[in-house]
């Protein structure tokens, strides 16, 4: 947690709210809806399952057991929405507290669905739900040569706000 963390002046905008459903740029139907506890296993298997060269900063963790508990802490304190595509989870974003007044983000898309439009999408419904659970905060961390996370995370909203060795901090403000 960083006390001294910048966040913009104004509010990024208002972002949409769950559920919503689209058409992703291959023609999927992409349903975002918040997390419920049922949800849990295809969650679970959607991260086992997770393509090893997609992991960063350490996470999805890379066991079931890793995986379980890591999931465990991020839904009973974060705020969640997964993205479906039928019965199978495309993709997950998450605000986690970081102890302090403000949320972590963190999204996370299979390698199926990526570049196909639904991380933008689960990223705005993500704040709309934040939004609506009075998340004011929001900050992130993104290894500085992902140009494509980078440049979504901007378009989103999010302003370069720190840096570190291999890493840039983005934040924006909700209300």
Known sequence: MSDDRIYPDEPAGDFPE????????EGRSIDIEPYEPGDEEALVEMY??????DR???IPPSTEERVRDWLELIVD????????HGDAIAGHATLVPDGGEAY????????????A?????????????GASQDVDRVWLTVERWNRAAVALYE????ERSGTESFELEM????H
């Open 18 to 25: 769950p559920p919503l459903s689209f058409e992703d740029r």
């Open 48 to 53: 086992v399952e997770f393509d090893p060269a």
């Open 56 to 58: 960063a900063q350490g």
């Open 77 to 84: 304190e974060g705020h969640n929405v997964v993205a479906w």
């Open 104 to 115: 972590e983000l963190a999204i996370f898309v299979t390698q199926e669905y990526q570049r």
């Open 117 to 129: 439009g639904i991380g933008g999408r689960l990223i705005r419904a993500l704040l709309g739900y």
């Open 155 to 158: 378009d989103v909203g999010f």
């Open 171 to 174: 934040s924006l403000q909700l």
